[in-house]
């Protein structure tokens, strides 16, 4: 597994958090039978699940009538088993960890989706996938919209969380708004990656609003604070050097613009 550090331990907290906390578990033994379902985006969708289109190196994500207001993500069969599984524990961790600090903070212009981590029966050739709460997400255009007129408020909540989940900077498209108007956290994959700060979606910001966010990152950055990082990783200058060789999704910049112009480099 590389650097990274996820124990049985580990997994089986995972486990039983999801046991204890997930409504829809009761359900899941019957929607997870064929082993090889996941062989293939085409065979997942064969067994009832709706999915999102994705390019081929992306995760499947599908939902289910079964299981209303919940998605399904998972790596076809194809990928590495244990590297499938250290990204899924990244994924809850991350959203875990974004959550908690947003009701410290009594954010409420910002969300993130609950992620629970599901084992599949012995049949399966590669035993986990994500569990995620589906939030009524707004279409390209009104998150573009909601960014050209991000208020203060929104502003400083988004900007004080991307100082400390630093890998959750990212285009407006991981980062969209919700039909309520906030702005959700969907993507949590690389949230402990160390990236320049604003490092894409700022391409959507006013001026204004860049400085805004600009002060914030200078505030935080003064007073020493440190952006979160993963209980199960350990990352050195090097590993923020390098290319993750680990990640099985790589982002697309869809900017028309070079997002180097507005990242306030750390």
């Known amino acids: 597994m590389g650097r990274s550090k996820v124990t049985s331990e580990h997994i089986q907290h995972e486990l039983t958090q999801t046991a204890e906390t997930l409504p ?37 994500s599908g939902a289910h009538k079964r299981a209303p207001g919940y998605l399904f993500k998972k790596y076809n069969n194809d990928k590495p088993g244990e590297t499938q599984l250290v990204n899924y524990m990244f994924r809850v961790e991350g959203a875990r960890l974004i959550r908690g600090f947003i009701e410290d903070r009594g954010f409420s212009c910002v969300v993130a989706p609950r992620k629970w981590l599901y084992e599949l029966p012995p049949s399966f050739p590669k035993r986990y996938l994500v569990v995620a709460e589906k939030l009524d997400l707004a279409s390209d255009g009104d998150t573009n919209r909601g ?98 060789s680990d990640d099985f999704e790589r982002e697309e910049d869809t900017s028309s613009s070079s997002s180097s112009s507005s990242s306030f480099s750390s």
Request: charged share 35%; net charge positive.
């Open 147 to 244: 960014y050209d007129r991000i208020s203060k408020e929104q502003m400083h909540e988004l900007a004080t969380i991307l100082y400390h989940f630093r890998g959750l900077n990212s285009t407006a498209s991981n980062l969209p708004f919700t039909q309520d108007g906030r702005i959700s956290f969907i993507d949590t994959e690389r949230w402990h990656h160390d990236k320049d700060y604003l490092r894409k979606v700022g391409d959507r910001l006013s001026s204004d609003r860049k400085k805004l966010a600009q002060d914030v990152y200078k505030n935080l950055a003064h007073q020493g604070v440190q952006p979160y990082q993963s209980a199960f990783r350990k990352r050195s200058r090097r590993d923020r050097e390098e290319d993750h």
């Open 24 to 60: 829809i578990y009761p359900v899941l033994t019957d929607l997870f039978k064929n082993g090889r379902m996941f062989d293939s985006f085409d065979k997942f969708g064969s067994e009832g699940f709706k999915l999102v289109k994705h390019a081929e190196h992306k995760i499947m």
